[in-house]
């Protein structure tokens, strides 16, 4: 696969810019050999197998976007990232602070430790209670760059950019295709045999950069903090024993399976999920997926390639523009079978 291979036309009114109304309403194409078919989410028990395990990520996405400012006014936003303990994060930031210099945030204030370089900040926190606290009072949901609205981030974001079932905060973005997951959808799947289980994957920021040169042969994803309880582990186990299906709903969970499968068998514990998937890759785990539409030159659509083939979802994504599809977090879902 070259990096022209994932490129595609996209016309700007198809990405999504609001959820759809009900979460299990959204559209589903499915890819199933070479047939393409449409449904809603709500009908998956009716293109899922009796006995399938549906693998779902249950992070929490926190309201990670803070907006700060120099001693000398210059304004601030800061994403922050990942904890390193004792109040500090690793953060990213836009404008211009320097190492050692105060920054002043809602309801508190900070210090800048270092600069990590491509925007990426340390910094330690003085807010008066954990750091979590203080972002659900002054922080703001991380919507993507590509979700434009005049209006900004409002209070129903912080439920429907959210799973029903989230658990661990840690998340800057959400797992996408989990966003369509209702509880009633949830007994429609148990009832038809579909069983069901939990990772927890912390979704970064660099899940959805895009890649910016042409050697996908040298393209590094960045890490991101995994964790496997024992009743994920023991259920996959299971699975894989009777010959029955693994379908991840998400790239995230993808790439937990599949970075902890190369380690060797799955063992429940703490890891570092910064396996790049493209074709040619060969699934230890995962055998179907449910996933949302994902950017052009972006590694989680050479993912999806990797699992259906490059032609194979071309042509799916040509059909979805055609039909009109919504693309991207807030859009409509795919199921590769």
């Known amino acids: ?197 939990f990772v927890t994957l912390h979704v970064g920021p660099g899940t959805f950069l895009p890649i910016r040169n042409d050697d996908l042969d040298g393209y590094r994803m960045a890490p991101e903090r995994y964790v496997l309880s024992a009743d994920a582990v023991d259920a996959i186990g299971r699975a894989r024993a009777a010959g029955r299906r693994i379908v991840a709903v998400g790239t995230t969970v993808v790439r937990t399976l599949e970075s902890a499968a190369a380690a060797g068998d799955l063992a429940p514990g703490e890891g570092s999920a910064g396996l790049f998937i493209a074709p040619g890759h060969r699934f230890r785990l995962v055998d179907a997926l449910v996933t949302n539409f994902h950017l052009p030159r972006t590694p989680l659509l050479a993912m999806v390639a990797a699992l259906a083939g490059w032609e194979r979802i071309r042509a799916a994504y040509e059909t979805a523009v055609r039909e009109r599809y919504r693309f991207y977090s807030f859009g409509d879902a795919m199921l590769i079978s």
């Open 1 to 197: 696969m070259k990096i022209g291979d994932l490129v595609y036309e996209l016309p700007a009114e198809l990405i999504a810019q609001e959820p759809a109304a009900e979460r299990s309403a959204a559209r589903l194409l499915v890819l199933e050999g070479d047939c393409l078919a449409h449904a809603r989410v709500g009908d998956l028990p009716a293109w899922l197998r009796p006995g399938d395990l549906l693998v779902l990520n249950d992070t929490r996405v926190i309201p990670a976007r803070v907006r700060g400012s120099r001693p000398s006014g210059g304004r601030l936003e800061l994403l922050l990232c990942d904890p390193m303990g004792d109040a500090v994060w690793e953060a990213l930031v836009r404008g211009s602070p320097r190492v050692g210099e105060r920054v002043v945030l809602e309801r508190g204030e900070g210090e800048w430790l270092a600069d990590l370089g491509d925007g990426r900040w340390r910094v330690r926190l003085d807010v008066g209670m954990p750091v979590l606290d203080w972002l659900d009072v002054a922080g703001e949901v991380p919507l993507p760059p590509y979700i434009r609205r005049a209006e900004g981030p409002t209070a129903s974001d912080r439920e429907r950019y959210q799973t029903t079932f989230a658990g661990a905060p840690g998340a800057v973005a959400a797992p996408t295709a989990g966003l369509h997951f209702t509880p009633a959808l949830f007994d429609a799947l148990a009832a038809r045999g579909i069983e069901r289980t």
